[in-house]
T-cell receptor, first 114, second 115 residues
Framework: DQQVKQNSPSLSVQEGRISILNCDYTNSMFDYFLWYKKYPAEGPTFLISISSIKDKNEDGRFTVFLNKSAKHLSLHIVPSQPGDSAVYFCAARSTGGSARQLTFGSGTQLTVLP | EAGVTQFPSHSVIEKGQTVTLRCDPISGHDNLYWYRRVMGKEIKFLLHFVKESKQDESGMPNNRFLAERTGGTYSTLKVQPAELEDSGVYFC?????????????FGPGTRLTVT
């Protein structure tokens, strides 16, 4: 059973517009949520994170919003640039026991059109 | 600061053979993780080291997989004997043990193809 879900496998956005990537989770024990960007043949690159006690974190063009009651988070990219085209993974870390691993969603392919 | 490095970048082996993957974490990162992505699906956790100790190996699929981190620096992941379903991309990640230990930094991965 997937604990972290990204229901949109792909998203296309015009350059300069806003990209909104969504992620849902089921495990209430997650304490941190992270977004990674991945280009083909490369490893995931850390973008931005948010603690479960916050509802928003911003870093430049990237903002992550967390809605704990809905168990939903989103990544906003404004303005979108062609270089942002990549697969975006949502990930979460649990507080339970000694577990420190990240649980990943299946990813969303973002294409920013020039 | 050098990032996480992995070797080899790509390995093609026959079923039944042995392969060893290597990961060098970011200097000073005591946490080291192995993950695997199979068939373009989600990235799944394999195991976690803190220094040289295995903290969590709940994601290891079976006893054909053996991970080591002697001396608490680089780590190796051996698959012996390899099966067809072991094909995929194996990622290594590292993080600090202090604040922001949840931020894991990934290497480029090793693409393993078992034929």
């Amino acid at each position: 059973d997937q604990q972290v879900k990204q229901n949109s496998p792909s998203l296309s956005v015009q350059e300069g517009r806003i990209s909104i990537l969504n992620c849902d989770y089921t495990n209430s024990m997650f304490d941190y949520f992270l977004w990674y960007k991945k280009y083909p043949a490369e490893g995931p690159t850390f973008l931005i994170s948010i603690s479960s006690i916050k509802d928003k974190n911003e870093d430049g063009r990237f903002t992550v919003f967390l809605n704990k009651s809905a168990k939903h988070l989103s990544l906003h990219i404004v303005p979108s640039q062609p270089g942002d085209s990549a697969v975006y993974f949502c990930a979460a870390r649990s507080t339970g026991g000694s577990a420190r691993q990240l649980t990943f969603g299946s990813g969303t392919q973002l294409t920013v059109l020039p | 600061e050098a990032g996480v490095t992995q070797f080899p970048s790509h390995s093609v082996i026959e079923k039944g053979q042995t392969v060893t993957l290597r990961c060098d974490p970011i200097s000073g990162h005591d946490n080291l993780y192995w993950y695997r992505r199979v068939m373009g699906k989600e990235i799944k956790f394999l195991l976690h080291f803190v220094k040289e100790s295995k903290q969590d190996e709940s994601g290891m699929p079976n006893n054909r997989f053996l991970a080591e981190r002697t001396g608490g620096t680089y780590s190796t992941l051996k698959v012996q004997p390899a099966e067809l379903e072991d094909s995929g991309v194996y990622f290594c990640a590292s993080s600090r043990t202090t604040d922001r230990d949840y931020e894991q930094y990934f290497g480029p991965g090793t693409r393993l193809t078992v034929t």
